[in-house]
């Protein structure tokens, strides 16, 4: 089978020979039932029967793998899982109800009252409320950093410290953390790194490969790609992710089956779609950065990019999103936010759709002056999520903003 140059060559993933990306994200998981099915089937069922007192028995205690009760045995969900570990590399994936569902569902298998946590500040902005307001409340601390100064990652380890949450590259700004140098940190320190990659996904960057031990997403960005579900997954070693499906078997924060097969569909086209998001936003960004009404881009795939050696390193490709800044602060950048005629404003992302936003006024808005001034979020700051609409469209509705400037 030979595939475009630019997409990622084979990979070895336990128990299967080596197979490319692009075939284990169409392939990997299903196995036919008796019907001779083609596409995977959706099963929309909340039990299964047993053809005996005795089986029953042994699927309850656990002696005869098979399906029991969907919030813990899904054939469609399995199926999602085992094909998104394979993708990543990993020996087990949990499907959860949520990419935030992932991240809570971590915490609660691996770390106890007392346990510290340290996280990027520069995470998504709910993952930080989770920690904040909630995972404080049971004795779980978080302390925050800033994602490329490893130096702050290390000073802030103490005796305590169980799990490093990151999410590399940072949202909007683009900002990298070097994975490996992390992952040997923490085990230095006997510590967990987890890092959620619902930017790039495994079609752009394998962070297992670089040493984490566990990768989070949010299937409701990219894997499903065409914003028609919510989400998420746990990828890891077989003993970290037996204890995180003891807490979705039991805490109930578990996938739906109509939900597992779109993202299944999602994954089908992935790295296509992020090769594409890639290719379009790289186009962008250089585009951009050559206006006279821009102060600065932020894209990791650009040379002026102070971590672009790193990314080029640890990632196969540079995403869609990036940060722009333009002259003239909050007014000018609402000017070409007003002015699109094809992008989306909104705040969500991971769209085959271009999304626009004011970060200043929207995700970041609930952060104080100071916040979000050590966050690098300026006020003529706006994140573009680069879609896969014609590029000179998109080209032609930023400059119809840019224009006016
Ligand atoms: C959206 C997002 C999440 C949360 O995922 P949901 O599916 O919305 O719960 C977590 N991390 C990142 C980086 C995200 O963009």
Redesign the pocket.
């Known amino acids: 089978m030979s595939f475009d140059d630019d997409l990622t060559p084979g990979l070895e993933t336990p128990g299967s020979e080596t197979l490319g990306l692009e075939t284990l994200a169409i392939r990997a998981g299903h196995e036919r039932t008796h019907e001779q099915e083609h596409a995977e089937p959706i099963f929309p069922t909340s039990s299964f029967v047993y053809g005996s007192a005795a089986e029953a028995a042994r699927k309850f205690k656990g002696e005869e793998p098979g399906n029991v009760y969907s919030r813990f045995t899904n054939p469609t969900v399995r199926t999602f899982e085992q094909r998104l570990a394979a993708l990543e590399g990993g020996e087990r994936c949990v499907a959860t109800s949520?990419?935030?569902?992932?991240?809570l569902s971590t915490v609660l298998a691996l770390l106890k009252a007392g346990d510290e946590v340290i996280v990027s500040r520069s995470?998504?902005g709910?993952?930080i409320a989770l920690f904040d307001k909630y995972l404080a409340k049971f004795g779980v601390v978080p302390r925050y950093v800033e994602l490329n100064d490893l130096a702050q990652w290390e000073a802030a380890i103490t005796p305590n410290t169980k799990l490093l949450f990151a999410?590399t590259p940072s949202?909007p700004l683009n900002e990298l953390v070097d994975v490996a140098a992390l992952a040997e940190l923490a085990h230095r320190h006997g510590a967990w790194l987890a890092i959620?990659n619902?930017?790039l996904t495994p079609a752009l960057q394998r962070p297992l490969d670089l040493g984490a031990d566990l990768v989070?997403?949010?299937?409701?960005?990219y894997l499903d790609g065409q914003g028609r579900a919510?989400?998420?997954a746990v990828v890891g070693r077989n003993e970290e992710l037996e204890q995180l499906y003891g807490v979705v078997r039991t805490c109930g924060p578990c996938m739906s089956p109509f939900n597992a097969w779109i993202f299944l569909k999602g994954l089908e086209t992935l790295s296509l779609r992020m090769h594409a998001h890639s290719r379009s936003a790289q186009a962008m960004a250089e585009w951009l950065e050559s206006q006279p009404a821009i102060e600065r881009v932020h894209y990791s795939g650009l040379e002026s990019h102070p971590q672009h050696a790193l990314a080029k390193r640890q990632q196969q490709g540079f995403g869609a999103v990036m940060g722009i800044e333009v002259k003239g602060g909050q007014a000018a950048a609402w000017k070409v936010i007003d002015n699109t005629r094809v992008m989306s404003i909104t705040g969500?992302?991971?769209d085959v759709k271009t999304t626009i936003t004011h970060p200043g006024t929207t995700t970041h808005g609930r952060l104080t002056d100071e916040q979000r001034a050590s966050a690098g979020i300026r006020d003529g700051l706006i994140r573009i999520a680069v879609g896969l609409e014609t590029l000179d469209d998109l080209k032609a509705d930023l400059e119809r903003g840019l224009r006016l400037l």
């Open positions: 949520s990419g935030m569902a992932a991240i995470v998504f709910s993952t999410e949202n959620d619902c930017f989070i997403h949010s299937a409701t960005k919510i989400g998420g969500n992302l991971g």
